[in-house]
Nanobody
């Protein structure tokens, strides 16, 4: 199995910054796209940003110009630098990765972390 562990969430004032990290571990055969989703109370989970193993990125319109996704393929780790945070960015942020585990290399599937809370106050 593949496990994802997030870190870096917390409480910050509007206009501040936070950096989230997510490391994949376990019986990894390969990791393809990695990224971040978020879910605010009473809302559906939504895409924040993704990055392929080749470096192509995709961002939600609401975070373009403020958030930057990056990754270290050698460490199977993805980061999300969040600047100019707004109260509407408050949510649980989930790391996701598409990949294959050593015990099922023919199956490419998504994996999810447990989530980390980001709270932006006025």
């Amino acid at each position: 199995q593949v496990q994802l562990v997030e870190s870096g969430g917390g409480l910050v004032q509007a206009g501040g910054s936070l950096r989230l990290s997510c490391a994949a571990s376990g019986s990894i055969f390969s990791i393809d796209t990695m990224g971040w989703y978020r879910q605010a109370p009473g809302k559906q989970r939504e895409l924040v940003a993704t990055m392929t193993s080749g470096g192509s990125t995709n961002y939600a319109d609401s975070v373009k110009g403020r958030f930057t996704i990056s990754r270290d393929n050698a460490k199977n780790t993805v980061y999300l630098q969040m600047n100019s945070l707004k109260p509407e960015d408050t949510a649980v942020y989930y790391c996701t990765a598409e990949g294959r585990s050593l015990d099922s290399v023919w199956v490419r599937r998504p994996y999810w972390g447990q989530g980390t809370q980001v709270t932006v106050s006025l």
